[in-house]
């Protein structure tokens, strides 16, 4: 059943739990999502990360009603958002052409004008009713730098405050102990800081990079106000994986690939949505 990312939020927030979204890349991985949502009996948010290379597969318009049409085939909640974009225009077309929660990436910008970004976007996506994600602190690539695991990169608490306030957002990104991608070392999620982060601002919190964070630190994470999480590369990871073992033999027709892959897909969703502590 399509549902608002907000009201999926406020189910999190409700629950003291975590809504789980996964980064998707084509009808396999949506369809499969919703599936596994369905089998688990629990909520799930579908991302689109706004690469060119992604939009090649799926343009903006095309990702948002697919994933409408099968997230209206199952009886679970299922959001749509439109994740990582720091490009003004192209969060407009994605508005334009169906998402109705989008981030507004603007941690790389000085604080000012992070601000003022994402204030800019949320004025927009006001008046077409859409959620809009901000970002404070700046997750990173974890196979780029160990800077994830430093607490000067942290989000500041007085500075939650003040850009929760300030822009709107719906809800936050932040930063305490993880990153995108494979880690080249165990992540260490500084709960504490969390808890420092929770108590800023009633706004629901978001962990980026969940891919490679054992389940107990997910959560303790999750009991101590991270209401989203973000997952890409794991399921990015074992989608590759299928295609590579089924494509190997050059024979296979790819109307028999669906019947395939689906099935792990949809599995591997269920399995993780047991994180998930949402009783609907
Ligand atoms: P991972 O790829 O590390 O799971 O992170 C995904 C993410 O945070 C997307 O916004």
Redesign the pocket.
Known sequence: MYTKVRDLLALGKENNACILAF?CADVNMIRSVCMGAEKAKKPVII?L?PSPTYKNILPFGVFAQTTKYFADSVSVPVGLHL??CGDFDEILTAIHEGFDSVMADGSLLPLDENIAFTRKVVEVARNFGVDVEGELGH?GV?MESDDFSKKEFFTKPDEVTRFTEETGVTSLAVSFGS???LYKFPPKLDIDHLIELRNATETPLVL?????IDDDQLKAAFANGINKI?????F?MLNTRLNKEFYADETQAPYTFPAYIQPVLTDYIAKRLELCTVEL
């Open positions: 980064d991302m990360h994740d990582h997750v974890a990153a995108h991608g980026h990079g969940g891919t490679g973000n997952i890409g590369t794991e990015y």
